[in-house]
C-alpha cells in the first residue's frame, strides 16, 4: 500500500529520467568546452594552491561549471580565514 | 513544375547520432510540403548507405543517382525521380555503391543551386557522423533540423551537431524530438520534451510520438503523414506548417491527470 502512495507522490528523484538528466548535464558540459572530467580536481587543486600563497584559505573551496543556455562559466568560491 | 515562392530553402535534416528518424522525418515532411502544393525536392547524401528511396517507395523508379550527376554521365533532369503520389515531389537519389568522399561540397553547391529555381524546398537527408558527408550536407543548406531521440546517446550527439551548426554560422537550427514515448515520460523513466530543451537550447520544431505505425508505413513505402489516424502523421503535419511559418499548438502528449496516475499504479492499463 505505501508502495504505491509513495509511487502516486513521489517527486522521482531517483527515476531512470533523473539519472539520465544529471548525466547529460556533465557529459555535455564537459564536451562544450573540450575538457574531461578530470579537469574539475586539477582546476581545483591549482587555483586552492595559486590562492593559498598568498591568503590564508579557511574550509574547503569549491568548483563548479555553471551553464547559461549554451554557454559556460566557471564558478570558484574560495572560503577565505577572518581575523 | 510550378514554383509557389520566388525564393528557395534548402534544408539540411540531420542528427549525429544514427537511426534517430532522420530519413523518415525527411520523407514526411517533404510529403506533407508536397501535399499542399509545394514544390520540393529530397536530395539523399547518405552515399553508401542509402535508404531515402525505400522509404519514399521510389526504389523501383530509381535509375540515375547524384553521383552520375556530378561525374557528368547524365543531366541532373535525368536523375531527378518523380514522387508517385505528388507530382510536386521529386527526390535525388544517393549512389549505393560510392561513397561520401566521391563528392565534394562545392559539387553539392553547385546541384543546390541548379535545383533552387525550380523548388520551393530543397530537403537533405544528411548522414550520420560528423565527417565529409556531414560538411557536404551542410554545405548547401541555410537552415537545419536537428533531429533527436529522448536517449542519452542522441542528445549528447545532438548537441554536438548543433555547436558544430553554430560554428558553420547557421542562424535557423530547430529541434524535432522523435519517438517519443509519453507513459515513459510519466513513469519517470524516460527524458521529456521539457529536459531536453534545458539540455539543447534551440527552438522546438516538433514532437513526433513512438507510433508502431511508422514501421508499417516504411514496410509499404508510404509515408505516415498520409495516414490521417496516426498521431506521428499529425505531428508532422504541424512540423510541415511550423515550417511554413504558422504558429501551431503543441499537442499535449505528457499531460497525465492524477487519476490515471494512480490508476497506472495500481496496476490499470490507461
Not at chain 1, 8 to 33: G, K, Y
Request: hydrophobic letters at 40%; aromatic letters at 4%.
Amino acid at each position: 500500500m505505501f508502495d504505491f502512495l509513495k509511487k502516486v507522490f513521489s517527486n522521482d528523484e531517483t527515476s531512470s529520467r533523473s539519472r539520465a538528466n544529471d548525466r547529460l548535464r556533465v557529459v555535455l558540459t564537459h564536451d562544450r568546452i573540450g575538457s574531461s572530467s578530470q579537469l574539475m580536481e586539477t582546476l581545483q587543486e591549482e587555483i586552492i594552491a595559486l590562492i593559498a600563497r598568498h591568503i590564508e584559505i579557511e574550509g574547503t573551496p569549491e568548483v563548479h561549471f555553471i551553464t547559461e543556455g549554451r554557454h559556460t562559466a566557471l564558478d570558484i568560491s574560495i572560503p577565505l580565514k577572518g581575523r | 513544375m510550378e514554383k509557389k515562392n520566388s525564393d528557395s530553402q534548402v534544408i539540411v535534416v540531420t542528427s549525429g547520432k544514427g537511426g534517430v528518424g532522420k530519413t523518415t522525418t525527411v520523407a514526411n515532411v517533404s510529403t506533407g510540403l508536397a501535399k499542399l502544393g509545394y514544390s520540393v525536392v529530397v536530395m539523399d547524401l547518405d552515399i553508401g548507405l542509402k535508404k531515402l528511396d525505400l522509404i519514399l517507395g521510389l526504389e523501383n523508379r530509381v535509375i540515375y543517382d547524384i553521383i552520375q550527376v556530378v561525374e557528368g554521365e547524365c543531366t541532373l533532369k535525368q536523375a531527378l525521380v518523380k514522387d508517385k503520389r505528388f507530382p510536386a515531389l521529386y527526390m535525388l537519389p544517393a549512389a549505393q555503391t560510392r561513397n561520401k568522399d566521391d563528392i565534394t561540397t562545392d559539387q553539392v553547391l553547385a546541384v543546390c543551386n541548379e535545383l533552387k529555381p525550380d523548388f520551393d524546398f530543397i530537403l537533405i537527408d544528411c548522414p550520420a557522423g560528423i565527417e565529409q558527408g556531414f560538411r557536404n550536407s551542410i554545405a548547401a543548406a541555410d537552415k537545419a533540423i536537428v533531429v533527436t531521440n529522448p536517449e542519452v546517446s542522441a542528445v549528447r550527439d545532438a548537441d554536438r551537431i548543433i555547436g558544430m551548426l553554430e560554428s558553420a554560422n547557421f542562424k535557423d537550427i530547430k529541434l524535432l524530438i522523435n519517438r517519443l514515448r509519453p507513459d515513459m515520460v510519466r513513469s519517470g523513466d524516460m527524458l521529456s520534451i521539457e529536459d531536453l530543451m534545458e539540455h539543447l537550447c534551440i527552438e522546438l520544431l516538433g514532437v513526433v510520438p513512438e507510433d508502431s505505425g511508422v514501421v508499417i508505413s516504411t514496410n509499404r513505402g508510404e509515408p505516415i503523414i498520409l495516414n490521417d489516424r496516426s498521431s506521428a502523421a499529425q505531428a508532422f503535419n504541424n512540423v510541415v506548417h511550423r515550417l511554413l511559418g504558422k504558429e501551431v499548438e503543441f499537442m499535449n502528449i505528457e499531460q497525465d491527470s492524477f487519476w490515471s496516475k494512480l490508476k497506472r499504479n495500481l496496476g490499470f492499463k490507461h
